[in-house]
Nanobody, 131 residues
């Protein structure tokens, strides 16, 4: 059974940092593009960041560039989102996902950002940025 489980969310003051983790089971994350999405109040779910399975190419939403870093630990079958200099508008539920655009044996992260090409999803973790 494929399962992704997020952790690391919480309440943080503006300017603070959080690291979200996502553990995979029933699938090998190394084989897929991995992504982070978020659902903010009153808005549709949006792709925040993704990384391809082989060439390591990444995408970051403009509003998080320079503040967020996506990474993976293949030995642990884990993925991460390091979030620094957090702002109130980063508040939301964050979801990890695995999948991506399939081409010639590899899964890629779209340069337009992650969207509907991700098939495995976590349950979400709440991030609240507030003083």
């Amino acid at each position: 059974q494929v399962q992704l489980v997020e952790s690391g969310g919480g309440l943080v003051q503006p300017g603070g940092s959080l690291r979200l983790s996502c553990e995979g089971s029933g699938l090998t994350l190394e084989s897929y593009s991995i992504a982070w999405f978020r659902q903010t109040p009153g808005k549709e779910r949006e792709g925040v960041s993704c990384i391809s399975s082989t060439d390591g190419s990444t995408y970051y939403k403009d509003s998080v560039k320079g503040r967020f870093t996506i990474s993976r630990d293949n030995d642990k079958n884990m993925m991460y989102l390091q979030m620094n200099s957090l702002k109130s508008e980063d508040t939301g539920i964050y979801y990890c996902a695995a999948g991506g655009l399939y081409y010639s044996g590899s899964y890629y992260c779209s340069n337009k950002g992650p969207s509907n090409e991700y098939d495995a999803w976590g349950q979400g973790t709440q991030v609240t940025v507030s003083s």
